[in-house]
């Protein structure tokens, strides 16, 4: 029983988490992405046209190849 209140607890924590990450990206009108090559964190601008490219390994590709970091 122990486990399952640290487990909801954990939960909890996660979903605040991601309430504020989307708080970040409506305020800022910037979304965080991981690049679909190396994995690390991508900035871009939301409405953006055209492809990203990631300054940590240099990739260039479309969105498809950028996940939101949460979803």
Do not use: A, W
């Not at 605040?16 to 679909?36: A, H, L």
């Amino acid at each position: 029983m122990r486990e399952l209140y640290k487990t909801l607890d954990q939960d909890n924590k996660i979903e605040q988490q991601r309430k504020m990450f989307f708080q970040i990206v409506e305020k800022s009108n910037i979304n965080i992405v991981t690049c679909g090559n190396c994995g690390l964190v991508v900035f871009h601008k939301i409405g953006r046209e055209g492809d990203i490219c990631c300054p940590h390994c240099s990739i260039e590709s479309d969105l498809s190849n950028f996940p939101d970091l949460y979803y």
